[in-house]
């Protein structure tokens, strides 16, 4: 069975897909590259680049998958996102993908980022400070991202909600990093899934 065609790229394309392939072709003046998820392991992608255009191929695609795809054509300055949403099937149909436990922001940026990405964008989620489980409030959430905005030295959690469904993230540690530094972060277990 040969999947249909791509949609053409539009600007903040949202896609929930149900099905196990995805090709999407990005094209410019110049050479153009993408940009995938932080959590992408690359394990289902292939991307195909020609001239001025790279065609991005998801395969045997996941939840896992979901998250914010970037073109970007760098001579240009120009980028163009395309949010993926791969929702669970039976058990996990409701699933949320929360990614990275520690972050380290230089003192000079106010604003970071919590990937608390989801894998359908129709899940209701909020932020929490530990250990007190406050509501985090001020900052601005993207499915396909996470919460962006001025965070403490502190430990915060996600929730994804669904009606009376609901599911924790796993604890986020941010720390402020005061000067340069040069950082690099591992861990086994950098994406996390959770299932109802």
């Known amino acids: 069975k040969t999947p ?8 903040n394309l949202k896609s929930l897909i149900h099905s196990c392939f995805l090709s999407q072709v990005c094209s410019g003046w110049s050479p153009v590259s993408w940009l995938l998820p932080q959590h ?22 996941t939840w896992k998958d979901s998250g914010r795809y970037t073109c970007k054509e760098e001579s240009a300055d120009q980028s163009r996102p395309v949010n993926i949403f791969i929702p669970g ?27 608390c990405v989801v894998s359908d964008p129709q899940l ?34 996600c929730l994804a909600s669904r009606g009376a469904e609901e599911r924790d993230s796993r604890v986020y540690y941010v720390f402020t990093i005061v000067g ?17």
């Open 4 to 11: 249909p065609p791509p949609p053409p790229l539009k600007k």
């Open 40 to 61: 992408s392991d690359n394990s289902s992608v292939m991307l195909e680049t020609r001239d001025s255009s790279s065609t991005l191929h998801l395969f045997n695609v």
């Open 89 to 115: 099937e039976g058990k996990s149909t409701l699933v949320s993908l929360f990614l990275h436990y520690y972050f380290l922001i230089p003192k000079e940026e106010e604003d970071a980022t919590i990937p």
């Open 124 to 157: 209701n989620v909020s932020l929490y400070e530990r250990p007190s489980r406050t509501l985090v409030h001020g900052m601005v959430y993207h499915p396909a991202l996470g919460f962006t905005g001025n965070l403490n030295d502190s430990s915060y959690m």
């Open 180 to 196: 340069k530094f040069t950082y690099t972060l591992s861990n086994s277990q950098s994406s996390v899934p959770f299932y109802f």
